[in-house]
């Protein structure tokens, strides 16, 4: 739990201890937060006025009145300050607009435009983000900043994408800095595992997990005792190359062959399918394509079709074989599944992974659970609008650079 200090010098860092521990758990009174952070009952008299003025919380109404004088809760006031939120997904562009409270107030999926350069791609973004602030009718000046969620690998302290490889335009784009000429706002870039770890535990009352991202790519992320694990480069989540099955046929691709990612992207999923001769084989560089393939790979697994069925089912318990691996590694006591194409892929995995992860750990858990994100397919993008939120208003040092 962080504390905070009755330095008058650190007024600034007492007063985002308070509001993160409101945004935290709303609900709670001026007592509540003299417990939990420490400060004496006249610093958080005047920091909560501040904050009230500011219009970054409110006072509700009692809920238990019978007994003497009732506390009065605290709850962030959503329109105090928001963020946007984008995910750069080979296949799908999400972008949102998130107020204080996390409420998701508007939200645009465009297909990711195949052949638009990155300078397109930014003009998109930047013309797309003007236009969800203008359709929510509220105060350009409350709003912090735009996250960016990409695939990586990244360079996040000089704010450039490396050399991801399903973006193969991209090398070495200065985004960060391009879409802060192109809107004027302060802008953060992250990984998009990162991002969705952000923003899963924000909405969830677990403080270790593992996060595995399911898009047009795979990725993990680890939270422990509430922080998100970044790594020393900043790139953490790469396990795609996890061996999850030896025999495994040779899909003739770029991945690995037997490896997780070759278990569960939408293009290895999509390259089984048209083996089996449920579909048409799309062009494999066409990543929209690929994700309208595997959507309806999937629903004619929904549908019974038997050998889709049988190819999703075997792609969840390749896909536990690799979580297994890095359960028994990390130790945590659970994992959450989430990404663009994790509904699709829900019903199929849901009923198989648990049971099957749990077969591949060297030491038994009672209290161990695989689930689905509980913030839904835009968690990246989510995540990205609340490390914004976080670089602006949590207690705390952050990895990323904002320009």
């Known amino acids: 739990m962080l504390r905070g200090s009755n330095l008058l010098r650190l007024a600034d860092y007492n007063q985002a201890v308070i509001l993160d521990l409101i945004r935290r758990e709303p609900g709670r009174s001026r007592a509540d937060l003299q417990r939990n952070s420490g400060l004496s009952s006249q610093t958080i008299s005047n920091i909560t006025r501040r904050l009230i003025d500011a219009e970054m919380i409110r006072e509700s109404t009692p809920t238990d009145v019978a007994r003497g004088r009732p506390s009065i809760p605290l709850t962030v006031n959503g329109g105090g300050a928001f963020a946007v939120g984008v995910h750069v997904d080979p296949a799908r562009l999400t972008i949102l607009l998130m107020d204080v409270a996390g409420e998701v107030l ?5 297909r990711t435009p195949q052949a638009a350069n990155p300078d397109a791609m930014t003009s998109l973004i930047a013309v797309s983000t003007g236009r969800l602030i203008r359709e929510a009718g509220i105060d350009r000046d409350r709003v912090l900043g735009l996250g960016i969620a990409v695939p990586g690998p990244l360079d996040v302290r000089s704010g450039v994408v490396l050399d991801p490889p399903q973006l193969p335009r991209w090398r070495g784009v200065r985004l ?3 879409l802060h000429d192109a809107t004027g706002m302060p802008v953060l870039l992250d990984k998009d595992v990162i991002a969705s770890a952000t923003a899963e535990l924000r909405a969830s009352a677990d403080s270790d997990f593992l996060f595995l991202y399911l898009g047009s790519g795979v990725g993990a992320s680890v939270v422990t005792q509430g922080q998100v694990l970044r790594g020393v480069s900043n790139n953490i989540g790469e396990v795609g190359d996890i061996l999850v099955d030896a025999s495994a046929e040779d899909l003739g691709w770029g991945g690995r062959r037997g490896g997780l990612a070759a278990a569960c992207v939408p293009e290895a999923l999509v390259i089984q399918a048209a083996q089996a001769g449920l579909l048409a084989l799309p062009d494999l ?10 959507s ?3 629903d004619l697994a929904a549908a019974g079709n038997e050998s889709a069925r049988a190819i999703l089912d075997r792609a969840a318990r390749r896909v536990a074989v690799g979580i297994g691996v890095l359960v028994n590694f990390l130790d945590v006591p659970r994992v959450v599944l989430g990404g663009p194409i994790w509904n699709r892929l829900s019903a199929a ?3 198989v992974v648990e049971d099957a992860v749990r077969r591949e750990l060297v030491v038994s858990r009672e209290r161990f659970s695989v689930g689905g994100s509980e913030v839904g397919e835009h968690v990246a993008a989510q995540g990205a609008a609340e490390l914004v939120m976080e670089h602006f208003l949590a207690p705390r040092a952050s990895a990323l650079v904002i320009d």
């Not at 508007?106 to 465009?110: G, M, P, T």
Request: proline share 4%; glycine share 0%.
């Open 106 to 110: 508007h939200q645009q999926q465009l």
């Open 176 to 178: 960060r800095s391009d």
């Open 285 to 294: 560089s066409d990543y929209l394509a690929i994700d309208d393939a595997c």
């Open 296 to 298: 309806t790979l999937c």
């Open 349 to 351: 995995f849901l009923p």
